[in-house]
């Protein structure tokens, strides 16, 4: 499951895209909404606690590493891993910063999945379905070709089982699990919190968005 879940929730995402085109963007916000208050909660219960049991008093250094990385990773993607895309302009080729920036971000997060008991899978599946559709609907509208979009989407959708299939089977890595897990933990504070404000217009919250934050931490606490 901690392969699988990441990866379906990307092509299940690329396939709602493709087939149904959602045009409701409230609905798609909402959606964010959930994911980023669910994978906020997983990262605050689940993740904190297990790597502050580590001795190394720099862990909390690790943490701001992964945010002030991830707000670099931002320059080049233009914040598509919080569903922050824009524009409709025709594309002939595959927009390489965005691929590679994105590629980069997913592969990270696979890290510390396998370490989770399919809990962080889970989180992360949750927060890549609205993105995956909101990524394939700005490409068809920006006219890229299907097939640039399909290897896109699948090769996205791999990089995060390849992370945690990294961390699971390059021995090496285990040494520095602890540094790597805090890096990742500050990605998922930067997107989760960025998510939760971004996904409603004059990052105003209204009873709609708030129920859907409250679901997520309940879920969270539950699992």
Same mark, same amino acid.
């Given at each position: ?74 320059? $080049?993607?233009? !914040?598509?891993?919080? /569903? =922050?895309? +824009? %524009? ?9 910063? @965005? ?7 997913? $592969?990270?997060? !696979?890290?510390?999945? /396998? =370490?989770? +008991? %399919? ?9 890549? @379905? ?7 609907? $700005? ?85």
């Amino acid at each position: 499951m901690n392969y699988l879940l990441p990866l379906l929730s990307v092509l299940i995402g690329y396939i709602v895209a493709m087939i149904i085109r959602p045009k409701n963007k409230t609905n798609l916000k909402l959606l964010l909404a959930f994911s980023g208050s669910f994978l906020l909660s997983l990262t605050v219960m689940h993740l904190l606690p297990g790597i502050y049991e580590s001795t190394k008093p720099s862990i909390g250094l690790f943490i701001m590493v992964g945010i002030l990385f991830q707000i670099i990773l931002e320059f $080049f993607s233009k !914040g598509a891993e919080h /569903g =922050h895309v +824009h %524009g409709h302009s025709n594309m002939s080729h595959i927009p390489w910063l @965005l691929f590679i920036s994105l590629c980069i971000h997913a $592969f990270l997060e !696979g890290f510390p999945v /396998g =370490h989770n +008991h %399919g809990k962080l899978a889970l989180g992360i599946a949750i927060h890549h @379905l609205p993105i995956a559709i909101i990524l394939t609907t $700005f490409f068809i509208n920006s006219h890229l070709n299907k097939k640039a979009i399909f290897i896109f989407m699948l090769t996205f959708a791999l990089m995060t089982p390849l992370g945690t299939f990294a961390s699971a089977y390059f021995t090496g890595l285990n040494q520095y699990r602890s540094e790597i897990t805090a890096v990742v933990i500050g990605i998922l504070f930067h997107i989760s919190s960025t998510i939760i404000f971004e996904s409603s217009e004059g990052h105003k919250f209204n009873i709609a968005k708030v129920s859907m934050i409250v679901i997520g931490i309940a879920l969270a606490y539950f699992l």
